[in-house]
């Protein structure tokens, strides 16, 4: 069945950098686009970022633009996300998720890794 | 960005009633429309998507309907498991945008 773990969360200092991964598994990755979505503590659910199968195209929320990277490596079953300039307001879990239509883009959600959490603090 | 507004943002219910949480979206959606469920420490889970179509595996109470910018998730016989937090997000247009959620409590 479809697995999808998160790791790298941690606590960084405002302005520094993070990098998270998302292994994926029973599934065929390189098929399909994979998004990262976050929830701030105790508040609801934000889109990240999308890339699609084939890496081709990548796409941000407002929020992340410039300072955070989505990547994928199809030959490891691995997705990431680079995170620089790191604020407060970033403090979230943050989720890998499948997006369900293969060679394409659904633009919602149907599997969820289990998060990991990166908190931003001095 | 399309502004999704769920109501209420929480209810309590009890064993057996029929439960009904709306989404209502800033502009029409063209039932490119989700609903997930999500546990406390866990992830969402996908229930249904394009308004109405149950994802598999997801028991035949939960149900969804509407058109435009106008949602609901009904869940007609509430049981234990379901006492969770609601989320609708639609797909219409990116960026994919969420409710603010919507929690169902124990009576």
């Known amino acids: 069945q479809v697995q999808l773990v998160e790791s790298g969360g941690g606590v960084v200092q405002p302005g520094g950098s993070l990098r998270l991964s998302c292994a994926a598994s029973?599934?065929?990755?390189?098929?399909?686009?994979m998004h990262w979505v976050r929830q701030a503590p105790g508040k609801g659910l934000e889109w990240v970022a999308f890339?699609?199968?084939?890496?081709?195209?990548?796409y941000y929320a407002d929020s992340v633009k410039g300072r955070f990277t989505i990547s994928r490596d199809n030959s490891k079953n691995t997705l990431y996300l680079q995170m620089n300039s790191l604020r407060a307001e970033d403090t979230a879990v943050y989720y890998c998720a499948k997006d369900p239509i293969p060679y394409s883009s659904g633009w919602f959600f149907g599997y969820w890794g289990q998060g990991t959490l990166v908190t931003v603090s001095s | 960005d399309i502004q999704m507004t769920q109501s209420p943002s929480s209810l309590s219910a009890s064993v057996g009633d029929r439960v009904t949480i709306t989404c209502r979206a800033s502009?029409?959606?063209?039932?490119?429309l989700a609903w997930y469920q999500q546990k406390p420490g866990k992830a969402p889970k996908l229930l249904l998507y394009a308004a109405s179509r149950l994802e598999s595996g997801v028991p035949s109470r939960f149900s969804g309907s509407g058109s435009g910018t106008d949602y609901t998730l009904t869940i007609s016989s509430l049981q234990p498991e379901d006492f969770a937090t609601y989320y609708c997000q639609q797909y219409y247009s990116t960026p994919p945008t969420f409710g603010q959620g919507t929690k169902v409590e124990i009576k």
């Open positions: 029973g599934f065929t990755f390189s098929s399909y686009g």
């Open positions: 890339i699609r199968y084939d890496g081709s195209n990548k």
């Open positions: 502009q029409g959606i063209s039932n490119s």
